[in-house]
């Protein structure tokens, strides 16, 4: 069964101070990692997608990474506005030519203070 | 373009009532999900369909949960009858059809059920 498991729960740092949350996995079959956003009250934002290690995606302060077990969202400069929860999930390969569903990890919740 | 849209936000009603959610996709997007969110743990899938069709139900935590999708646009998720352990955030997603490497899912506001 697909795991993923994210670190840490709660982070807390002050603006400007860049750090990183991490996501490890268990997938047979990876066809992609995802970085969600999510604030209060709203669903989950997408943010990125990676399907192999090696594979970096950037946008504006953030920064995902990929490896073979686990991914790092790297925060640089953050801001206040930063301050939501990261989700991170994987997909399963599906030989049957559909998408399948998310698995998801239970998310760091960031809070950036000025 | 429109997001994927929920109705009710919020709904609250008492254990052994029916309550039904609805979630309208964004157009064109012919894979609609629906998970489930519980007080302190993670996202958990439910079912997915493709257009009209039901490719995974895996997720559905029993036969009190019944999922359709009426002529492949808008889904709706009846609870019936509700228990106490239904309460939690549902989340409706949606995304095109299955392409290598293109298949982000984008998700509704949610809609928050509390049976008492």
């Known amino acids: 069964e697909d795991q993923v498991t994210q670190s840490p729960e709660a982070l807390r740092l002050q603006e400007g101070e860049s750090s990183s949350l991490n996501c490890s996995y268990t997938v047979s079959g990876l066809r992609g990692l995802f970085w969600y956003r999510q604030d209060p009250g709203k669903g989950p934002e997408f943010l990125f997608t990676?399907?192999?290690a090696g594979e970096e995606k950037e946008k504006e302060r953030l920064k995902a990474t990929l490896t073979k077990k686990e991914s790092f969202l790297h925060i640089t400069a953050p801001k206040p506005e930063d301050s939501a929860t990261y989700l991170c999930a994987v997909r399963q390969y599906l030989n049957t030519g559909t998408a399948s569903k998310l698995t998801f990890g239970t998310g760091t919740r960031l809070q950036v203070t000025l | 373009e429109a997001g994927v849209t929920q109705f009710p936000s919020h709904s609250v009603i008492e254990k052994g009532q029916t309550v039904t959610l609805r979630c309208d996709p964004i157009?064109?997007?012919?894979?609609l999900y629906w998970y489930r969110r519980v007080m302190g743990k993670e996202i958990k899938f439910l079912l997915h369909?493709?257009?009209?069709?039901?490719?995974?139900e895996s997720g559905m935590p029993n036969n009190r949960f019944l999922a359709e999708r009426t002529g492949g646009t808008y889904s709706t998720l009846k609870v019936q009858p509700a228990e106490l352990e239904d309460s939690g955030v549902y989340f409706c997603?949606?995304?095109?059809?299955?392409?290598?490497?293109?298949?982000?899912?984008?998700f509704g506001p949610g809609t928050r059920l509390t049976v008492l």
């Open positions: 369909f493709v257009k009209e069709s039901k490719q995974d």
């Open positions: 157009s064109g997007h012919d894979n």
């Open positions: 997603a949606s995304s095109q059809e299955f392409i290598a490497g293109n298949n982000e899912q984008f």
């Open positions: 990676l399907y192999s």
